[in-house]
T-cell receptor, first 113, second 109 residues
Framework: TAGITQAPTSQILAAGRSMTLRCTQD?????MYWYRQDLGLGLRLIHY???????GKGEVPDGYSVSRANTDDFPLTLASAVPSQTSVYFC????????????FGPGTRLTVL | GQNIDQPTEMTATEGAIVQINCTYQ??????LFWYQQHAGEAPTFLSYNVLDGLEEKGRFSSFLSRSKGYSYLLLKELQMKDSASYLCAPMDSNYQLIWGAGTKLIIKP
């Protein structure tokens, strides 16, 4: 199985532009997550979804939005990118949010200039 | 506040044993995860401890002491492919993983 896929692999974006990072899982997991990873820092949770149709804010949600229209897809949108959003973005999923192992996609490397 | 403390970098020799320590403070506790992350790649799951004690899985073992807010990952018979970052992540009362910055492990021949 593919597990979790993310697109694009990398992107350079001009400040002020919008962008959607895509994430798709084929494991029928209920919960999905978006993290950003910056050098010297731990992974930080941006948004999460416990199940299709619901979303929640994580530790660093400002400047980002998500939707969960179905089980498989969990896109992350930057409405107006800023240089501080330069980061590596990882999507993850777990069977349930209550203590189950999270499995990660390959990541999207985003540079905002 | 919530805090994770693990060494930034460690060096070990191929074939040897290394122990990576992690101390944590979280609001509530629902277990602790260890992940491995090779440079430029995604984190991959290694272990999960929710009760005190040692969990052994092949060359890797993980230990937890909830009363001390302490865990370690023990890697035996080190191989060059074990060169990676190791991430400690306890889960708080809201089932949110709190991630440390990771320990970069360098294996020398």
């Amino acid at each position: 199985t593919a597990g979790i896929t993310q697109a694009p692999t990398s992107q350079i974006l001009a400040a002020g532009r919008s962008m959607t990072l895509r994430c798709t899982q084929d494991m029928r997991h209920n919960a999905m997550y978006w993290y950003r990873q910056d050098l010297g820092l731990g992974l930080r949770l941006i948004h999460y979804s416990n199940t299709a149709g619901t979303t929640g804010k994580g530790e660093v949600p400002d400047g980002y939005s998500v939707s969960r229209a179905n089980t498989d897809d969990f896109p992350l949108t930057l409405a107006s990118a800023v240089p501080s959003q330069t980061s590596v973005y990882f999507c993850a999923s777990s069977d349930d949010r209550g203590g189950d192992t999270q499995y990660f996609g390959p990541g999207t490397r985003l540079t905002v200039l | 506040g919530q805090n994770i403390d693990q060494p930034t970098e460690m060096t070990a020799t191929e074939g040897a044993i290394v122990q990576i320590n992690c101390t944590y403070q979280t609001s509530g506790f629902n277990g602790l995860f260890w992940y491995q992350q090779h440079a430029g790649e995604a984190p991959t799951f290694l272990s999960y401890n929710v009760l005190d004690g040692l969990e052994e899985k092949g060359r890797f073992s993980s230990f937890l002491s909830r009363s001390k807010g302490y865990s370690y990952l023990l890697l035996k018979e080190l191989q060059m492919k074990d060169s990676a970052s190791y991430l400690c992540a306890p889960m708080d009362s809201n089932y949110q993983l709190i991630w440390g910055a990771g320990t970069k492990l360098i294996i020398k021949p």
